[in-house]
């Protein structure tokens, strides 16, 4: 219901719950500052701040308009109901500014808590039924959660769907689930067209919202909504390239692992999409791809192994560079920042912090790091094993290994595949005769 306006800036004689109050006058009467009634003077309602019409009624039912200006009666009165806040401007019959002040009906309910009743609707649309809410900024409303909220959620409370923020320290934010609870007590102030949930100031780094996006496939990473509020955010990039494939000769080399690379940065500095390239592992006698992630971050392919009798293993993929291939009597080198050192006959490949060396001949490769292992030499029925790697994947067998399906593993990348065996996902290099695995990108997001 609307109640009267006050002359004036701002009388609250609001219906409390603790008795009765004193009633208005059923008419606005005005004066002057020498107290001379205003007869045939005016009356403007606008919207506080502005020279934009508020409308005011004749009646608390608010059927009939009042002309704006409203025209006083020649007893300086007129009957003016309205809801909310106005700025009211007085003038004489002669259009004498006698104030400008702000002023408010006296049933807005600003500061008296007006209770909804139990949530209906939907968990992110929810409708409550207070008596009384007019959408006046300062208007508190209770309710009983019907429903637990997933998302960003709305409040209506009779005037339409208001969206409902929470007070984080870093200022009003948007619900995005779990801020609102089934059977819980809920309270909200209506302030300049949103709810504001009425609770303590919660840190957005402890909402614990994390986004995890992983790729096996090329596709597109996508920013997580939660981090547009959020300029402390950080992104944690995990990508692995290709495995390369093991050569085809019976005697041949073994593929190298595809390097690790990671990086963590402010998701700020990221676009709102990224794109996503997944480096496929590599045929029989063939390198692996290596993988992107915009172009941010390069995980590089291994080095397929040698397609001769007695060939090299490929070198591991390098945080910096690519695995090379093996070639006839030598293994590829390990990428960067390996020492780019190529395995001769009889040697076994290069451990290196970065991709490790592909072995030459008839022996083992070398351990990589941060990159792939190095894909082992060929050579008859001589023990020739692929390395393993902390991060990268694994160098592939060739022939027979007395370690075979151990030496060649990896802590965090895939497997390098035993004799005629493909690696396993992600970078694990070929085994002879065999194709190295796919790369692969795991994006994680935090607060």
Not at 62 to 67: C, F, Q, V
Not at 192 to 204: K, M, Q, S, Y
Not at 230 to 238: G, H, K, L, P, S
Not at 295 to 312: D, E, M, V
Request: with cysteine; hydrophobic share 35%.
């Amino acid at each position: 219901m609307k109640r009267l306006l006050f002359l004036g800036l701002l009388l609250e004689l609001s219906s409390s719950a603790w008795g009765a109050t004193l009633l208005p006058p059923g008419k606005n009467c005005f004066e002057d500052a020498n107290g001379a009634s205003l007869g045939l003077g005016t009356v403007t309602f606008y919207v506080p701040t502005t020279t934009t019409f508020k409308d005011t009624w004749v009646d608390a039912g608010e059927t009939t308009l009042n002309t704006n200006p409203v025209q006083l009666g020649g007893d300086g009165c007129a009957i003016i109901y309205g809801s909310g806040t106005y700025r009211q401007i007085v003038k004489d019959l002669n259009g004498n500014t006698i104030w400008d002040l702000l002023t408010a009906s006296t049933g807005a309910s600003t500061g008296v808590l007006l209770y909804g009743g139990t949530s209906t609707g939907s968990a992110n649309v929810q409708l409550i039924a207070p008596t009384g809410f007019s959408a006046t900024d300062g208007q508190l409303v209770s309710f009983i959660a019907g429903l637990s909220n997933s998302g960003a959620m709305t409040l209506n409370a009779g005037t339409g769907a208001i969206p409902v923020r929470y007070d984080s320290v870093s200022g009003p934010v948007a619900l995005s689930g779990g801020e609102v609870v089934a059977n819980n007590a809920v309270e909200a102030l209506y302030v300049g067209g949103f709810f504001h949930l009425i609770g303590p100031p919660v840190p957005i780094q402890y909402q614990f919202t994390t986004d995890y996006q992983a790729f096996t496939v090329s596709g597109t990473w996508t920013k997580p909504s939660f981090t547009t509020t959020d300029t402390r955010a950080q992104t944690n990039i995990q990508c692995w390239g290709g495995g390369g494939g093991g050569g085809a000769n019976a005697t041949g080399g073994a593929g190298g692992g595809g390097s690790y690379n990671q990086i963590q940065i402010l998701t700020s500095s990221l676009g709102a999409t990224e794109t996503v390239t997944i480096g496929t592992g590599g045929a029989i006698n063939t390198a692996g791809v290596s993988t992107t992630f915009g172009s941010w971050l390069t995980a590089y392919h291994g080095g397929h192994g040698a397609n001769f009798a007695g060939g090299g293993g490929g070198g591991g993929g390098g945080p910096l560079g690519i695995g090379f291939d093996g070639i006839n009597g030598g293994g590829g080198a390990g990428g960067a920042p390996s020492s780019g050192a190529i395995a001769t006959s009889g040697n076994v490949g290069s451990t290196e912090p970065g991709g490790g060396g592909g072995a030459g001949g008839t022996v083992n490769g070398g351990y990589g790091l941060w990159g792939g292992g190095g894909g082992a030499g060929g050579g008859g029925a001589t023990a020739s094993c692929g390395a393993g790697s902390y991060a990268g994947g694994g160098g592939g067998d060739s022939v027979s290994c007395a370690f075979a399906g151990v030496a060649n593993k990896s802590v965090l990348g895939g497997a390098g595949g035993l004799t005629g065996a493909a690696g396993t996902a992600p970078g694990g290099g070929g085994g002879r005769n065999a194709a190295g695995a796919r790369g692969e990108c795991r994006v994680t997001t935090t607060p």
